[in-house]
C-alpha cells in the first residue's frame, strides 16, 4: 500500500454560514488507498451539508489514478450542489496536467498558491 495522508484543517472566513476547510493531501492516491481515504472527505461533506467550501491543497500530492478523479468529480457534485464550492491549490504540474485533460479545470479552478485559493473562496 503506498502512503496517503489527508488533514482537513478550519479556515477562518469571517462568514459564520460559510463553513471553510482546508484539506491537505500528501503522497499518492491510488488503487491501495483511495477507497478508504476518500470515506474522510465524503464524512466531511456529510457532517456540513450546506455552504461548505474546500480548498484542496495538492501542494504534496505526487500522484492520482483515475478513481481517485472520479472521487474528486463526485465530490465537487455534493459540495457544489448544497451551495458549496471547491477549489485546488498549489497542484504539482504533473496533476495539473492530468485535471486538465479530463476537464476537470473547467470545473474546478486551480490557483497557483494558497493565498489565491482563499481569497477566491472568501
Not at 64 to 81: A, E, F, P, Q
Amino acid at each position: 500500500m503506498t502512503y496517503v495522508n489527508i488533514a482537513i484543517d478550519d479556515v477562518s472566513s469571517g462568514d459564520k454560514n460559510k463553513k471553510v476547510k482546508l484539506v491537505a493531501f500528501s503522497g499518492q492516491l491510488d488503487e491501495s488507498n483511495v477507497d478508504e481515504n476518500a470515506k474522510k472527505i465524503y464524512k466531511l461533506i456529510e457532517s456540513h451539508p450546506d455552504n461548505l467550501f474546500l480548498i484542496f491543497d495538492f501542494s504534496a500530492l505526487e500522484y492520482m489514478n483515475s478513481k481517485s478523479i472520479g472521487y474528486l468529480t463526485d465530490w465537487y457534485g455534493r459540495v457544489t450542489g448544497k451551495n458549496g464550492k471547491i477549489v485546488i491549490a498549489r497542484a504539482k504540474e504533473n496533476i495539473l496536467d492530468i485535471l486538465q485533460v479530463v476537464g476537470l479545470t473547467q470545473l474546478i479552478n486551480c490557483y497557483p498558491s494558497l493565498e489565491e485559493a482563499k481569497l477566491a473562496i472568501m
